[in-house]
């Protein structure tokens, strides 16, 4: 059906799969981050209020 030396049998044969692989991997801490990031400011306004020490900068 399929001949043999156009069958790739690995997903990270293909170089665009691969690309958009390394791409999600890259991506993914910086979402992550983020996404905590807001959880914490929306459900505890106490942990992301001004510094005394910082607004005397």
Do not use: C, N
């Amino acid at each position: 059906r399929f001949p043999q030396a156009e069958f790739v049998t690995s997903a990270f044969g293909k170089p665009e799969v691969l690309a958009l692989y390394v791409i999600q991997r890259t991506i993914s801490p910086l979402y992550y981050y983020a996404m905590k990031r807001a959880a914490y400011r929306l459900s505890d306004p106490h942990f992301y209020q001004s510094s005394k020490w910082l607004q005397d900068l």
